[in-house]
C-alpha cells in the first residue's frame, strides 16, 4: 500500500514540478492526476491496493479541507470588504456552470438517440 501511496505523491510532485518548469497556468496536483491516469491506461487495470489507498484519502478527504478552512478564518476581514465581488463570482460561476451543465447533457443525449436509432 506505501508503494501506492508513494505513487500518488510522486504523480503530483512530478506534475507540480511540470508545470511550475514549464510556467503553464494550469493546476500542478490536476497534471498529476493526469499523470496517473496515462500510467493506468498504459497499464491497463487499477491494481487493488490502489484502489484502496485512494478509498482511503477519499474517506478522510474532508480532514484536507482544515488548512483552507483556517486560512478562511485568518483572513475573515477581507471576505467582509470584498463581499460583493466574491458574491457576484460566486452567482455567475453557478449560472454559467448549470448552463453548460445543461448544454453538454443537452448534446450527448442527442448524440445517444441518434446513435441509438441508427
Do not use: W
Amino acid at each position: 500500500m506505501l508503494e501506492y501511496l508513494t505513487l500518488i505523491l510522486a504523480c503530483q510532485l512530478i506534475g507540480e514540478f511540470t508545470v511550475s518548469a514549464a510556467g503553464l497556468p494550469f493546476p500542478g496536483p490536476v497534471a498529476g492526476m493526469l499523470l496517473l491516469f496515462i500510467f493506468l491506461l498504459i497499464k491497463g487495470s487499477v491494481p487493488d491496493d490502489l484502489t484502496n489507498v485512494a478509498g482511503s484519502l477519499l474517506n478522510n478527504l474532508s480532514l484536507l479541507f482544515v488548512p483552507a478552512g483556517v486560512g478562511v478564518m485568518v483572513h475573515f476581514e477581507l471576505l467582509g470588504t470584498d463581499a460583493i465581488p466574491l458574491s457576484a463570482a460566486l452567482i455567475i460561476s453557478t449560472v454559467l456552470t448549470i448552463i453548460v451543465t445543461a448544454t453538454v447533457m443537452t448534446m450527448v443525449n442527442r448524440y445517444q438517440h441518434s446513435r441509438d436509432s441508427q
